[in-house]
């Protein structure tokens, strides 16, 4: 019994360690934190929950959950986000309901009432899709209304 306990706790602390620094994808490291966090070594997957923080060279997410899909090698393939779901890069900050990203094309992917705001711009709509190495931006489904407010550069 004990020994069941002590590797049970062994698998705890290793699925903490890999939620502190989870994996260097290419030459950038993505760092997770929350309240909570699960391990289910048979699908290779973790679940964070509660303030989850997802930091990455190229943006920074927060939600209140988040699935943490892996490769084989323990290298991170997708993050979920979802619930109140706020992604900010250097440029952009946006909230939706929820975001997908995917390490090997580099896009994200948010829905549910999506909000964006670049500079003094603002967007709205129910789906975004964001490349975040090229920083290529698309708003909006087929047969949806984008809405978008500029505001209008002072006159000099």
Known sequence: MRLLFVLLLAVCFAALAM??????????AIKLSSNKMSYYSNENRSRLVGNVI???DNYTVTADTLDVMMNKNGGVRKLDGRGNVNLKTIDMLAMAARAEID????????????????GDSFMEGSRA????????????QDNETVKINFKKAPKK
């Open 54 to 56: 997802v930091i990455n």
């Open 19 to 28: 939620a502190q620094d989870v994996v260097q994808n290419g030459s950038s």
């Open 103 to 118: 390490q090997a094309s580099k896009y994200i992917v948010l829905t549910g009432d999506v909000m964006v705001w670049q």
């Open 129 to 140: 899709v964001f490349q975040y190495e090229t920083h290529e931006f698309k708003m909006g």
